[in-house]
């Protein structure tokens, strides 16, 4: 490998949502710093499960579900 074309890999602390904490090896930052998440697997609906709604803007959901109802029956 070249020398001196690699990131610096350093240890860092990661702060959950929920307050939790763990270290692990990073590019990100400097040796020693804390990355706060905003979003991580235990909030986010992607990774929870949660309900996603739809915006109805103008009654284009509602136009859609009228012209297509009973496509596929």
């Known amino acids: 490998m070249k020398a001196e074309i690699h990131p610096d890999y350093h240890m860092i602390k990661v702060v959950m949502t929920d307050g939790t904490e763990y270290e692990t ?39 859609f579900k009228q012209r297509y109802q009973g496509l596929g029956i």
């Open 25 to 63: 090896r990073s590019t990100w930052g400097k040796e020693g710093d804390t990355l706060q998440l905003d979003i991580d697997p235990s909030s986010h609906p992607a990774w929870t499960g949660g309900q996603q709604s739809l915006v109805d803007r103008g009654g284009r959901v509602s136009k």
